[in-house]
């Protein structure tokens, strides 16, 4: 009987818009908690429309594109012009055009518009083909990705569609990307495009069989407290990390790489390993988190000290251990904001540290590997055996 009922509203005022086909009908309402308010009878009055085309930065015609006027969803037609219908008369309503990843909104156009153009004056498009090995066929599962080049951007990456015959099209504002292609057992395969204005570029990917890198971290700490990080391959390829003792690296592209494990818990530090990886083959690496000892050499203040291995080479500044060395310090400073000067004050503090004595003849080094040491203070030199987990002291005083 075209009664109509909305329930669960919350209170306040309430715009009420109904429409059939083209014709619509529209009211206002006052909604209080726990009470019903009756709109009474609405008339359905035929409805306005608008129309029109979207075009590209060069006057042509962009014939895949989204059109509409909340609530309304526009019809787009196969020689590209659209009409959007059921819209209230004499009235100006805002209409959205989202073209590919390219969005424009034209906030007060009124309805009863005719042969309205819109024009996208940064809309470019890149097209292209991703290419596998020679009898290989496109995995299902494989995933591209248009991400901007360089700087920030609203949206970490736009929607690209990969057609089954292997080429992709992508439509996004004119700038620098990064096309790229992902899916095991493949490496990912990238190319730099420059998308311009009204022109359509072109790319083509070829993808390359990757190898598979299986880590296995023994210690004390697992899962989210282990961080292990692939690094190398490829001149400028990004590190990839991955977090647990047992992570798995797939399609990562042939190469030499560096594989470490690293904690973010105080009193371990991670070791590290060189591994080749081939292409189809698994390369298998053991790593561990062993527990650090501290070691407090007393000496005359301003005593210049270093630290040697039992070989009598120089025991090379973790980063575990400068991080912990400029922690003390921040913490005896009573944990000051820092801009750029005050991090490279700090920073400097952390070498004087690390080469003398303080003021109090105290000389630490912090988080390192259980095992023997020289320490060396002018021409003396002194061994001493560092524990895991313990403080060892030394006195040359």
């Known amino acids: 009987d075209g009664r109509f009922l909305l329930d669960g509203l919350p209170p306040g005022r309430l715009d009420v818009r109904v429409t059939s086909g083209d014709a619509t009908a529209t009211a206002q309402a006052d909604l209080r908690a726990g009470e019903e308010t009756d709109l009474g009878d609405l008339t359905l009055r035929e409805g306005a429309t608008i129309t029109g085309f979207v075009t590209g930065p060069d006057g042509a015609r962009i014939r895949r594109y989204k059109v509409w006027s909340w609530p309304s969803i526009g019809v787009v037609e196969a020689d590209g012009s659209f009409r959007i219908a059921g819209l209230e008369r004499d009235r100006e309503c805002a209409v959205v055009v989202e073209a590919g990843n390219v969005t424009k909104t034209l906030p007060a156009v009124r309805a009863g518009t005719e042969g309205l153009e819109i024009r996208l004056d940064d ?102 407290k282990v961080l292990v990080t692939l ?117 400097a503090q952390v070498d004087q540290a690390l080469a003398a004595a303080d003021a109090d003849g105290t000389w630490r080094r912090l988080a390192l590997f259980p095992g023997e040491y020289v320490v060396v203070a002018g021409e003396r030199r002194e061994r001493v055996t560092v524990r895991g987990g313990r403080t060892t002291e030394l006195d040359l005083r």
């Open 231 to 347: 690094s190398g391959g490829a001149p400028g390829a990004k590190p990839i990390s991955r977090t647990g003792d047992g992570p798995r690296f797939d399609g990562v592209p042939p190469g030499e790489y560096t594989v470490e494990a690293r904690t973010f818990e105080p009193g371990f530090r991670g070791t590290s390993q060189v591994i080749a990886v081939r292409a189809g083959e698994t390369s298998r690496c053991g790593l561990a988190l062993i527990a650090t000892g501290e070691l407090i050499v007393r000496a005359g203040a301003g005593t210049a000290l270093s630290l040697l291995d039992p070989a009598g080479r120089p025991v090379e500044t973790s980063r575990e251990e400068r991080s912990a060395i400029l922690q003390r310090l921040w913490e005896a400073a009573g944990r000051p904001e820092l801009d750029q000067r005050g991090r490279e004050a700090f920073t």
């Open 123 to 224: 809309y470019a498009t890149i097209e292209g083909r991703l290419v596998a090995p020679e009898g290989d066929e496109l995995p299902p599962d494989l995933s591209m990705a248009c991400a901007p080049a360089a700087g920030r951007s609203s949206r970490p990456y736009f929607d690209i569609t990969l057609y089954v015959d292997g080429t992709f099209h992508v439509a996004v504002p004119a700038g620098r990307y990064v096309v790229s292609a992902d899916g095991a057992p493949y490496a990912r395969a990238e190319a730099p495009v420059e998308a311009v204005a009204g022109a359509t570029a072109r790319a083509e990917l070829r993808l390359v069989r990757g190898g598979r890198v299986e880590v296995n971290v023994e210690g004390p700490l697992a899962g989210e």
